[in-house]
């Protein structure tokens, strides 16, 4: 079935009408997209019904629906993620809509076809992070012992700017430990590969976020890693076989390209239940218990560090996460100077984004209000509540809701703090992946809204990314920079048509006629327009699509 939400080619000549049209659009004369519920339902918030076929059981037949918000003004009561009202079986077309939702670069994609289909970009992860597998040199890395490639001290020095930089915000070791294992690994002969891969993911880490250019030495530790670890793949998973991999899953985050980082990350995910580290001890179970003791606050965090990544990979690339059974979600406890606990409060609502999923729209309008209340304090741990709230309005959006009033602000407010959030981590040369991408999907989103609130903000998200290009003289920071002007160029234009549209008519059908303007004062007073807001709350209501069939109508 063609209907008007199907996700193929762009559409060149307007919607085409769905051959299963619900009650209520049959009713009112209304193209209908076939969805259940479907797009004008969901805007004007009808019981979108079907009538069942003799003979053939149609999608979504007779199902009435819940009808969506349309408008978002203020915010909502608070919203527990895990009492969220979902189902597990999905519609197909919903399923699809919220995976594209979910990925940034798909809704960079629908958004760019709306606004000029022949010059749209093409379908890419632009901005996921500064490098996309760039940071490399001439020559192909060798593997090596870590003792030859570093000495102690500069180990030592690294190991530093990892605890000082990287494990606030992704704290899962002790530093201790790592201390006492390096000192150990310099003063004796016996070499344990496992924890020589832990050394050497620290140590690429510890480079990546103190130098702008890559060093031989860094890449390397990366290759050498790499080389241990896919090497011992059979074995059966420890504490420092995962803490390994889960060091190589952050660094292919952040510097590294898209498959090979998603790769790695349910790698992780798939050796901590293997490892049964995944959920919290019984004796309930007949289940072997894990042969390892491992410190329940060690094994918390792996869990909760793994599970972030791969969920935010899985939904950037619009790939199926790594769901386990009986999978732990409980956050850490906090410790001084320690930011870890303020990502990991954010999974529940991560979790219920999955297009396996379906929260109704007041879910997930409540959820984005209790993102948005809780208070995130260091730039890596802003940017990533900032990322959530923005795939949150791209779900709502998705559904045809709008924002405005109270609720407009409030996002503003936030994408205002991840810009300034991006900024202070360039700043600190924490290359963290969404330097660049939080300011790229700012951009992205403030162009959806299409209100002169967010079009104003839009000069703040494109200085940021300017100043990402300027330091990280990438490939991918110069075509993400790029990609945002050209969205903004398409934005231009096809306001500019409307724009044109609009002033053929008033040139047509002047407000006035010529003999009867007199210098007399209006009647009216400005106090009395509230009619106006009104009207321009309806015509932010509507999309890109419908905006296209009032000013270009197709002609058959």
Not at 71 to 78: A, K, M
Request: hydrophobic residues 40%; glycine residues 4%.
């Amino acid at each position: 079935m063609s209907t008007a939400t199907d996700h193929g080619a762009p559409r060149m000549q307007g919607r085409k009408r769905s051959k299963l049209a619900c009650e209520p659009c049959r009713e009112l004369k209304r193209k209908c997209d076939g969805a259940q519920p479907c797009g004008a339902c969901l805007r004007f918030e009808y019981d979108c019904t079907y009538q069942k076929a003799a003979g053939k059981r149609k999608r979504g037949a007779s199902q009435p629906c819940e009808p969506a918000h349309s408008s978002v003004s203020s915010q909502q009561d608070s919203w527990s993620p895990l009492n969220g009202r979902v189902t597990s079986a999905a519609n197909p077309s919903n399923n699809l809509r919220s995976v594209e939702a979910n990925s940034g670069s798909a809704f960079l994609r629908r958004l760019a076809l709306r606004l000029d289909p022949k010059n749209a970009p093409r379908m890419h992860t632009f901005a996921w992070n500064a490098f996309l597998g760039a940071r490399q040199m001439t020559s192909a890395p060798v593997v090596q012992p870590v003792t030859d490639i570093l000495s102690q001290g500069e180990m030592g020095r690294l190991a530093s700017v990892y605890f000082s930089k990287v494990d606030p915000v992704y704290g899962f070791v002790d530093r201790q430990q790592v201390e006492e294992l390096f000192v150990r690994r310099w003063t004796t002969t016996t070499v344990n590969k496992t924890e020589e891969a832990v050394l050497c993911g620290i140590a690429s880490l510890g480079y990546l976020f103190s130098q702008v250019e890559p060093t031989r030495a860094e890449l390397n530790l990366v290759e050498s890693a790499r080389a241990t670890l896919e090497r011992a793949m059979s074995d059966n998973p420890s504490a420092t076989s995962i803490t390994a991999w889960l060091f190589r899953a952050i660094y292919l985050r952040v510097a590294g390209t898209h498959h090979a980082a998603w790769m790695a990350s349910c790698i992780v995910v798939h050796m901590l239940e293997a490892a049964g580290l995944h959920c919290e001890p019984t004796s309930e179970s007949v289940l072997a218990i894990p042969a390892e003791q491992v410190d329940p606050e060690t094994r918390r965090r792996l869990m909760a560090v793994a599970q972030h990544l791969n969920i935010w990979m899985s939904f950037d690339m619009g790939r199926s996460r790594v769901s386990l059974y009986n999978e732990s979600m409980m956050v850490p406890a906090a410790r001084e100077g320690d930011k870890t606990g303020e990502l990991m409060e954010l999974l529940p609502y991560s979790a219920e984004l999955d297009p396996q999923k379906t929260p109704e729209a007041a879910d997930l309008i409540a959820a984005l209000s209790a993102v948005m209340e809780r208070t995130h304090t260091s730039p890596p741990s802003i940017l990533a509540q900032c990322n959530l709230a923005l795939c949150l309005c791209r779900r709502l959006q998705s559904t045809n809701v709008s924002f405005t009033g109270a609720m407009m602000d409030k996002i503003l407010s936030l994408t205002a703090k991840g810009i300034s959030a991006a900024q202070d981590i360039l700043d600190a040369r924490s290359p963290w992946h969404h330097m660049a991408n939080v300011p790229f999907q700012i951009v992205c989103v403030l162009l959806a809204f299409d209100s002169l609130s967010s079009i104003a903000q839009l000069k703040d998200a494109m200085q940021c990314l300017s100043n990402v290009a300027a330091i990280y003289k990438t490939d991918a920071t110069r075509e993400a920079l790029t990609t945002a002007s050209l969205l903004i160029l398409l934005h231009q234009r096809w306001k500019e048509k409307g724009a044109s549209e609009l002033d053929k008519l008033t040139k047509l059908f002047p407000v006035f006629a010529s003999d009867a303007i007199t210098d007399e004062p209006l009647s009216w007073r400005p106090e009395d327009t509230s009619w106006l807001d009104s009207i321009a709350g309806e015509f932010y209501n509507l999309d890109y699509s419908d905006i296209d069939q009032l000013l270009f109508p197709t002609h058959s």
